[in-house]
Structure formats: C-alpha cells, structure tokens
C-alpha cells in the first residue's frame, strides 16, 4: 500500500511538474495584413547589357509591382506568402546590317501575377524588427505585348501574336534578401532568379536568347492590420 501511495505521490507531482512547465512556455505570436510596392531591375541570363552597348545597341528592364501580404509569425519566425502584380517593360536595340532600316528596337510588356511563399527569422528591438529570410516565387504571365520600332522613319510594327505567344506562361523562381520594420513600415532588398527560362527567343526575325530572368528588387510595405499576442 505504502509503495502504491508513493509511486501515486511521484506521479502527481510529475504531472503538475508538466503542467507547470508547458504553462511557462508562452509563444509571441503576431499577425500581420498589409500592403506592398516594389520596384525591380531585371536581367537575363543570355542578354549582355555591356556588349549590346558596345555594339551599339541598348537594353534596359524593369519592373513595377504592387500587391497584398500576410506575414505569420511565431517567435522569431515567419512565414510570409504574398499576392503580387508586376508589370516589367523590356527594351532591346540593336543596329541592323542593310535593307532600309539601320536600328531596330524590340519593347515589351510583360503583365504577370506573382505567388511568393517566404520563410524567414526575425530579431525585434523595441518597436524595430529585422528580418532575412527567402522561398519559392511561382509567376504566371497573364498578358504581353509588343511593338518593333525601326529607324529611320520611324516605322512602328506590331510584334506577331504567335512570337509573344513562346513566352513561358508558367515560371518558377527562388527569393533570398534583408528586411527591416520601423513600425508599420516594411522596407526589403531581394534578389530572385527564376529557374525557368523566360522564352528561348525574344523575337524570330532577330533571335535573342533571353534565358534566365534575374532581379533586384526595392520593395516598400504597410502594415493595414496588426495582431499580436
């Protein structure tokens, strides 16, 4: 009986033990709504800003975005998926050797809707937070255009549907970068690199391989709604 009371006396204290510590275990949880813009320089793999402008030609790429995050976090980790609009204007000249015309310039639009899915850790000191963390970026085109200028003229020409057409629709990429909190201000510097190729042409009559899409991005946010426990 005496062995019996003892063992029920060791357990019972073993289970308040438990209690006590799993009740001294708080977790600092916060969720967080808001609204973000971003600005981005885009590259790709095969084109070469630097020998396109030796040659005489030019290149430039960027991109506007705005769109809707949902940051969860717990502690000092998060995850953070976002809903994203990007519009990226693509601009490639070249000088063109005989017929009538002696330069050519290729500008497209390029209207995607992006899905980042981020993971990160987050260090807070007072009302101050700072992040690194990175994830997946799945990116669906949803529209592009196009028109070719060609000079002397100037005469502007339609680019073929079926040329625009041999974009990917569908591409995958990775995000790494840095992040600060001042309140409820987001502020981000990210690189991301697809790992789908954009298209293997950037136009028929004058093949250029794009390849890979790469990108800086400056992104801005805002915190519309803010819970924490």
Partial sequence: MTNHMNRLIILCSMLLFSAATIKAQTYDTEIDFGLNVKYSSVRFSEVDKKEVEDQGGTFESYGLSFGTFLQLRVNHFYFQPELIYTRVSSKLGNQLGGGPYNYGEYDFIFH?????????????????????????????????????????????????QEELDAFNNVTLGSRLGIGADFGAFLFDLVYERSFSKVGEEIARQTPVVAGNESSWIISVGYKLVRVKR
């Fill in 112 to 160: 995607s809707i992006e899905l980042p899915l981020l993971l990160g850790y987050r260090t807070s000191f007072g009302n101050t937070a700072f992040r690194v963390g990175g994830g997946i970026v799945f990116s669906f085109l949803a529209k592009t255009t196009g028109e070719l200028y060609l000079e002397p003229g100037p005469e502007v020409r339609d680019i073929p």
